[in-house]
């Protein structure tokens, strides 16, 4: 089996989609395979459609999957999802995503219904698509993480969709789902932990994956807004007893961090600065970017050389004027990171 690190995603399905295959990822669930698939979809085409195995109930030869756009979600049958792509279709030069989630979850029949669909090009009313304009990618849990106590469906896909389709094993990384944060507004209480201790990233109890970060992360802008403090309890409902400690510590302590307009505006906390770890330095940064503006272009280019790699990579993802501002890019050259960093020129 082809493996893939998280990091290594976008590319591939750029690659592949581009070459007209489907692609199929396995993966524990939770890793973030549909989080990154989604919000690829997202920038590169117009509209895409979700078909849900999971939410197939297996008396239905027709699920309840939904259509996804950038504006509004309507659930609808499964014929009427396939009626829905063909018309956005029809649109001329018009990209088209279908992610295709939990795809062992449906039955066999089911699963040639759908991909025979999409791979050959041709609706069930006979009517042919253009596949070069349609971005497939499936995704499924491995049947091996799926034992006796799982209440999930799962079917094998048949040989003959899997010659079909360019089939990955994703693997997560801390490296990778971290650079993901820092673009998708993942709280940074979230993201310093992870910084600071990516041993967090590898929990085997399977507490500590993208899916449970993202809800955590949510659950500490929640308190932002509410203004009140953070629970052990609550944090160990959502990443298990093992880690919640040092997520709830760092939420708590986070504050005491300095600002990165402080931090370019004056010389003092310039000073506290440069003592900071990689991580302090990484929260400092990535949080502080929105304020930032071009007459401090020299000060972040000193500051630039003391950051690493993968946080650097992460400012030139954010819309930002660092991002933006050619000037600003220049500072890719600072810190020994050009060969990371290149590709996103």
Same mark, same amino acid.
């Given at each position: 089996?082809?493996?893939?690190?998280?990091?290594?995603?976008?590319?591939?399905?750029?690659?592949? /989609?581009?070459?007209?295959?489907?692609?199929?990822? $396995?993966?524990?669930?939770?890793?973030?395979?549909?989080?990154?698939?989604?919000?690829? $979809?997202?920038?590169?085409?117009?509209?895409?459609?979700?078909?849900?195995? !999971?939410?197939?109930?297996?008396?239905?030869?027709?699920?309840?999957?939904?259509?996804?756009?950038? /504006?509004?979600?309507?659930?609808?049958?499964?014929?009427?999802?396939?009626?829905?792509?063909?018309?956005?279709?029809?649109?001329?030069?018009?990209?088209?995503?279908?992610?295709?989630?939990?795809?062992?979850?449906?039955?066999?029949?089911?699963?040639?219904?759908?991909?025979?669909?999409?791979?050959?090009?041709?609706?069930?009313?006979?009517?042919?698509?253009?596949?070069?304009? @349609?971005?497939?990618?499936? /995704?499924?849990?491995?049947?091996?993480?799926?034992? %006796?106590?799982?209440?999930? !469906?799962?079917?094998?896909?048949?040989?003959?969709? $899997?010659?079909?389709?360019?089939?990955?094993?994703?693997?997560? %990384?801390?490296?990778?789902? @971290?650079?993901?944060?820092?673009?998708?507004?993942?709280?940074?209480?979230?993201?310093?932990?992870?910084?600071?201790?990516?041993?967090?990233?590898? %929990?085997?109890?399977?507490?500590?994956?993208?899916?449970?970060?993202?809800?955590? !992360?949510?659950?500490?802008?929640?308190?932002?807004?509410?203004?009140?403090?953070?629970? $052990?309890?609550?944090?160990?409902?959502?990443?298990?007893?093992?880690?919640?400690?040092?997520?709830?510590?760092?939420?708590?302590?986070?504050?005491?961090?300095?600002?990165?307009?402080?931090?370019?505006?004056?010389?003092?906390?310039?000073?506290?600065?440069?003592?900071?770890?990689?991580?302090?330095? !990484?929260?400092?940064?990535?949080?502080?970017?929105?304020?930032?503006?071009?007459?401090?272009?020299?000060?972040?280019?000193?500051?630039?050389?003391?950051?690493?790699?993968?946080?650097?990579?992460?400012?030139?993802?954010?819309?930002?004027?660092?991002?933006?501002?050619?000037?600003?890019?220049?500072?890719?050259?600072?810190?020994?990171?050009?060969?990371?960093?290149?590709?996103?020129?």
């Amino acid at each position: 089996m082809t493996t893939l690190q998280m990091k290594d995603l976008p590319a591939t399905l750029a690659l592949q /989609t581009a070459a007209g295959n489907a692609v199929l990822l $396995l993966g524990l669930p939770g890793i973030g395979k549909t989080q990154i698939v989604q919000r690829w $979809l997202a920038q590169q085409t117009a509209q895409f459609i979700v078909i849900d195995g !999971s939410q197939t109930p297996a008396e239905l030869v027709q699920g309840i999957p939904y259509v996804s756009s950038q /504006t509004d979600e309507l659930h609808r049958e499964l014929m009427a999802q396939m009626n829905q792509l063909k018309q956005a279709l029809q649109e001329p030069e018009t990209i088209v995503g279908l992610n295709v989630e939990e795809l062992s979850s449906f039955s066999q029949d089911d699963q040639r219904t759908i991909m025979n669909m999409v791979l050959a090009g041709e609706m069930p009313d006979g009517t042919r698509i253009d596949r070069n304009r @349609l971005y497939v990618v499936a /995704t499924e849990n491995p049947s091996a993480f799926m034992n %006796d106590e799982s209440d999930a !469906s799962v079917h094998d896909i048949e040989m003959a969709l $899997l010659t079909r389709m360019a089939v990955y094993e994703v693997v997560p %990384d801390v490296t990778s789902w @971290l650079t993901y944060a820092a673009t998708a507004g993942i709280h940074p209480a979230v993201q310093f932990a992870l910084r600071d201790n990516p041993a967090l990233f590898n %929990d085997e109890a399977h507490r500590t994956v993208p899916r449970t970060l993202t809800f955590l !992360s949510k659950m500490f802008y929640a308190a932002d807004q509410l203004q009140q403090p953070v629970l $052990l309890q609550d944090v160990e409902a959502l990443v298990g007893p093992e880690n919640a400690a040092q997520f709830q510590y760092v939420y708590e302590h986070l504050n005491q961090l300095i600002s990165l307009l402080d931090v370019v505006a004056d010389q003092e906390a310039y000073d506290k600065f440069v003592t900071l770890s990689d991580a302090e330095k !990484s929260v400092v940064w990535l949080t502080g970017l929105t304020k930032i503006t071009a007459e401090y272009d020299d000060k972040m280019r000193q500051l630039a050389e003391l950051l690493p790699s993968d946080t650097l990579i992460a400012s030139f993802q954010t819309d930002t004027i660092w991002a933006k501002d050619e000037t600003l890019r220049t500072a890719r050259f600072l810190a020994g990171a050009w060969e990371a960093l290149q590709t996103l020129a």
